[in-house]
């Protein structure tokens, strides 16, 4: 018993320190806020090889989508040793952060420059709940997330969005979105490119180049 409590007076004030010293993820100088609205911030993360963020809190639910090929770790306060990860461009995590924050510190190992694209839940808009327009690659309390992984030609199937959505080129594609009555756009799109969206769309998603290519939907629950 007394051992517990020189160990917790010994090692609490060290704890303390560490989850204090973690500054908010969108004060860390990796990440740079690229949009943010009532309802969600999404946040650029570039880290250079052999470079590292500060420790930071990210606090609410989010999606982290992976942009390049690379090698990281991630140390978590309290958790040993840290994870090492082989990221892939449209490679995603999610996570639930809301209510307790996650802290943690991000370094490049590899020798590329690592990209990712991180999407936070700030609130949840208003309407009612929708059915997912295609089967959903993950799913959470607060988003569903939809890989399209398109060969040069290839298309989705045509779906419906009712729910506000992100829609995020992980990769360069020509990419040919088409509505049902005829319009399409064609855009050129490189990796990291993303389109918030709030208003109910069907479309179509073609592969309109000559290189595969992968679109991630992030949609709020
Ligand atoms: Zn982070
Ligand atoms: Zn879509």
Aim: proline residues 6%; positive net charge; aromatic residues 6%.
């Amino acid at each position: 018993m007394w051992k517990f409590i020189l160990f917790a007076l010994l090692f609490s004030p060290m704890l303390v320190r560490a989850q204090a010293s973690a500054i908010p993820a969108d004060q860390e100088a990796a990440h740079k806020v690229v949009l943010k609205n009532e309802f969600v911030e999404v946040m650029h993360v570039t880290l250079a090889p052999g470079q590292s963020t500060m420790l930071h809190t990210h606090s609410h639910d989010r999606v982290a989508v992976n942009l390049s090929e690379s090698t990281v770790s991630e140390d978590v306060p309290g958790k040993r040793p840290p994870r090492t990860m082989v990221t892939s461009a449209g490679s995603f995590s999610v996570q639930a952060c809301a209510k307790q924050g996650c802290t943690h510190r991000v370094h490049n190992r590899g020798k590329t420059t690592f990209e990712a694209l991180d999407i936070e839940l700030l609130k949840r808009p208003a309407g009612p709940a929708a059915s997912p327009v295609a089967a959903p690659a993950a799913e959470s309390r607060s988003f569903r997330v939809y890989r399209w992984a398109l060969a040069p030609g290839d298309s989705t199937q045509e779906h419906t969005h009712s729910r506000p959505y992100l829609i995020i080129a992980a990769t360069p594609m020509q990419l040919l979105m088409k509505a049902p009555g005829g319009r399409s756009m064609d855009h050129l799109v490189k990796a990291g490119d993303f389109h918030w969206i709030d208003s109910k769309v069907t479309h179509i998603l073609t592969n309109n180049g000559k290189e595969s290519g992968l679109i991630i939907e992030v949609e709020l629950q």
